[in-house]
């Protein structure tokens, strides 16, 4: 065997090690979004539409908060090749001081903003009244989940990845049961009681979509508290001494945090807005349009994972070769996780391609949705391509805690071509040349996007990859 392909074959290998139990963690909390939705859905349309709502927002916020701190995870990956443990434990301390704050942040905007927003939306009386108790009962959760968030990414960035798969079972574990107690109260319990309820029981009000917030924010707190303590007990924490003493916040450490971190919410937060603001310029295309477009972009969420997974993995391990001094490893760590995730994005189009019609017949039976559905899971097959090179190359550039640059890349390419670019596409298309493409073109949009932001961020790596050598001879 090749000694290079020997070498890619072994860093694939700790690569992969590092991935799966992220990819683990996104289903976990992909599933706990699952429950609230099918378990909210049996009450009827007002909770179902409360919930749907009252996720567009709180989603976005909370997936900012998770980019932030993420910039604790190649801050702690250099730290650890470099043998300076005790700045690991400042700067993690530092990370949870931030997570907290950002967490009561995130809930005082969920207390105060739903409202306005909703009127600003016209979403209707019954179910944007439902939606602004279910946000505002949620966001008792969200420092929980800060707490959770931090501590995930000083455990990744040791490269102890597997205790954010265990953790997302444990919410997973906590919120099912919560919502049934919470969303059904006492009465739907009954059913599943052998015999008579217990009088605490018995006496559970039925809280609907309140419930189902209240349930997740227990989830949050289930999970932020659980990762505590592993974190507190296992063995494999031993060397950094984590909670011996706790670090008071200090102004300039927290300032490094945020300095990588927030550029990296901002990128995120622009990501998911992209494709809530195309689900909001659909929605006047009809209702078999709009229809099409959940189902379709619903299916390619979970293929998603996985590159998205492999870019997570990626920062700590380069991140790991740049604290031990070693740019060299670095840079081919980088590339041969941007081959990694060419191979992944070649098996998700096969599964699309095999598997698309099938499983877009269990979300309808429909045969207008179903035709226009398959029609963008094929552009969506085009997109496997440029989507895995943008998030492998991303995950790269955070190991190099190169963050400014991967957001100003993606405000460009997101908004400024697949946004911007799909709603020409959609509206007017391109003059005399080609007539405007409805939803298409704004899936079209999305292709472009992923494509610019995969070339600029190839530049980038390839630049800031040999400067990091060429400095360190």
Same mark, same amino acid.
């Given at each position: $065997?090749?000694?290079?392909?020997?070498?890619?074959?072994?860093?694939?290998?700790?690569?992969?090690?590092?991935?799966?139990?992220?990819?683990?963690?996104?289903?976990?909390?992909?599933?706990?979004?699952?429950?609230?939705?099918?378990?909210?859905?049996?009450?009827?349309?007002?909770?179902?539409?409360?919930?749907?709502?009252?996720?567009?927002? #709180?989603?976005?916020?909370?997936?900012?908060?998770?980019?932030?701190?993420?910039?604790?995870?190649?801050?702690?990956?250099?730290?650890?090749?470099?043998?300076? $443990?005790?700045?690991?434990?400042?700067?993690?301390?530092?990370?949870?001081?931030?997570?907290?704050?950002?967490?009561?942040?995130?809930?005082?905007?969920? #207390?105060?903003?739903?409202?306005?927003?909703?009127?600003?939306?016209?979403?209707?009386?019954?179910?944007?009244? @439902?939606?602004?108790?279910?946000?505002?009962?949620?966001? @008792?959760?969200?420092?929980?989940?800060?707490?959770?968030?931090?501590?995930?990414?000083?455990?990744?960035?040791?490269?102890?990845?597997?205790?954010?798969?265990?953790?997302?079972?444990?919410?997973?574990?906590?919120?099912?049961?919560?919502?049934? @107690?919470?969303?059904?109260?006492?009465?739907?319990?009954?059913?599943?009681?052998?015999?008579?309820?217990?009088?605490?029981?018995a006496g559970l009000p039925a809280l609907g979509a309140t419930g189902c917030g209240l349930a997740t924010a227990l989830a949050f707190w289930g999970m932020g508290l659980a990762m505590l303590l592993y974190t507190r007990r296992c063995r494999v924490y031993d060397t950094i001494a984590l909670w011996t003493r706790l670090t008071p916040p200090r102004p300039a450490l927290l300032g490094e945090l945020l300095y990588v971190g927030v550029p990296i919410g901002v990128a995120i937060f622009v990501e998911v807005t992209l494709f809530t603001l195309i689900a909001l310029l659909v929605a006047n295309l009809g209702e078999v349009t709009v229809a099409a477009h959940q189902v379709a972009l619903n299916l390619t969420s979970f293929v998603f994972m996985l590159p998205l997974s492999l870019g997570m993995a990626l920062t700590v391990r380069v991140s790991h070769a740049l604290g031990t001094e070693q740019p060299g490893t670095a840079r081919?760590?980088?590339?041969?996780?941007?081959?990694?995730?060419?191979?992944?994005?070649?098996?998700?189009?096969?599964?699309?391609?095999?598997?698309?019609?099938?499983?877009?017949?269990?979300?309808?039976?429909?045969?207008?949705?179903?035709?226009?559905?398959?029609?963008?899971?094929?552009?969506?097959?085009?997109?496997?391509?440029?989507?895995?090179?943008?998030?492998?190359?991303?995950?790269?550039?955070?190991?190099?805690?190169?963050?400014?640059?991967?957001?100003?890349?993606?405000?460009?390419?997101?908004?400024?071509?697949?946004?911007?670019?799909?709603?020409?596409?959609?509206?007017?298309?391109?003059?005399?040349?080609?007539?405007?493409?409805?939803?298409?073109?704004?899936?079209?949009?999305?292709?472009?996007?992923?494509?610019?932001?995969?070339?600029?961020?190839?530049?980038?790596?390839?630049?800031?990859?040999?400067? #990091?050598?060429?400095?360190?001879?």
């Amino acid at each position: $065997m090749p000694p290079i392909l020997h070498r890619s074959l072994g860093e694939t290998r700790r690569l992969a090690l590092l991935a799966l139990p992220i990819l683990g963690a996104q289903f976990t909390q992909a599933g706990m979004g699952v429950a609230d939705v099918m378990m909210t859905g049996r009450l009827g349309a007002t909770d179902l539409a409360a919930v749907s709502v009252g996720s567009s927002l #709180w989603m976005p916020l909370m997936l900012f908060m998770t980019g932030t701190l993420m910039g604790l995870t190649p801050v702690v990956g250099q730290l650890l090749g470099s043998g300076r $443990m005790r700045a690991i434990r400042e700067r993690t301390h530092q990370g949870v001081w931030l997570a907290l704050g950002l967490g009561v942040l995130v809930a005082l905007a969920l #207390w105060i903003l739903p409202a306005p927003l909703f009127r600003l939306m016209d979403v209707p009386g019954a179910a944007a009244d @439902l939606g602004v108790d279910y946000l505002r009962a949620l966001g @008792l959760g969200m420092p929980g989940m800060g707490l959770f968030l931090a501590l995930r990414a000083f455990s990744d960035g040791l490269g102890h990845t597997r205790p954010a798969l265990w953790i997302g079972l444990v919410g997973l574990g906590l919120n099912v049961p919560a919502n049934y @107690l919470l969303i059904y109260g006492g009465p739907g319990l009954e059913a599943l009681w052998p015999g008579p309820l217990p009088a605490p029981l018995a006496g559970l009000p039925a809280l609907g979509a309140t419930g189902c917030g209240l349930a997740t924010a227990l989830a949050f707190w289930g999970m932020g508290l659980a990762m505590l303590l592993y974190t507190r007990r296992c063995r494999v924490y031993d060397t950094i001494a984590l909670w011996t003493r706790l670090t008071p916040p200090r102004p300039a450490l927290l300032g490094e945090l945020l300095y990588v971190g927030v550029p990296i919410g901002v990128a995120i937060f622009v990501e998911v807005t992209l494709f809530t603001l195309i689900a909001l310029l659909v929605a006047n295309l009809g209702e078999v349009t709009v229809a099409a477009h959940q189902v379709a972009l619903n299916l390619t969420s979970f293929v998603f994972m996985l590159p998205l997974s492999l870019g997570m993995a990626l920062t700590v391990r380069v991140s790991h070769a740049l604290g031990t001094e070693q740019p060299g490893t670095a840079r081919f760590v980088a590339w041969n996780g941007v081959l990694v995730s060419l191979l992944a994005a070649a098996c998700n189009a096969l599964v699309l391609t095999m598997w698309a019609a099938p499983v877009i017949g269990l979300y309808t039976h429909d045969p207008q949705v179903q035709q226009l559905a398959v029609s963008l899971i094929t552009l969506a097959i085009l997109f496997q391509i440029s989507d895995a090179l943008q998030l492998s190359m991303a995950g790269a550039l955070r190991g190099y805690k190169d963050t400014r640059v991967l957001m100003g890349i993606t405000l460009l390419a997101y908004w400024g071509v697949g946004l911007v670019g799909g709603h020409r596409l959609a509206t007017r298309g391109l003059g005399s040349l080609l007539p405007p493409l409805g939803v298409h073109g704004y899936w079209l949009g999305l292709i472009c996007g992923l494509t610019v932001a995969a070339l600029l961020l190839g530049v980038r790596l390839q630049r800031l990859s040999h400067r #990091w050598q060429d400095a360190r001879g």
